[in-house]
């Protein structure tokens, strides 16, 4: 588990402010490139923690169960698969899980793989069927394979020393 409190700060200046307007989501709306994704933006691991201690968003770990559980998870985060099993086989459900999860279609989303690319995808789907505030955690939560073939040395939610726990 990681040295860093499991609490983010909540005496935030942000606290009570609509979530839409929190400053960190309309820096993460104006770094998303318009022409290669569909949901609202990217935010980092950090702003991400932010985020979700200001209470302006709900970070949702799209990893496979299997990942969550041998790997690590973000604690309190909900656990919606994108994709599950060895062979990484796409869920179905992924959307109305997430709806009926997370409170429905304008709930304020943070998505968090293992490098950020399945929750790009993941964001990508939720916004074409209608979820208005999802984002994408960038780095994911392992990071980028470095020149040994290993995560978590390059980027990602643990090389940033944020909270997660482990089975």
Known sequence: MSNTALAPQTDSPNAGRPANAHPLLIAARQ??????????????????WQLVGDGAARLVD???PEEVKFVGAVPGTLNVPWASGTALNRNPRFVKELETRTGGKDAVLLLLCRSGKRSAEAATAASKAGFSQVFNVLEGFEGELDAQQRRGTIGGW???DLPWLQD
């Open 31 to 48: 770094r998303l490139d318009p022409a290669h994704a569909a949901f609202a933006g990217s935010v980092t691991p950090q702003e991400a």
């Open 62 to 64: 799209v990893r496979s």
């Open 158 to 160: 643990r090389h940033h």
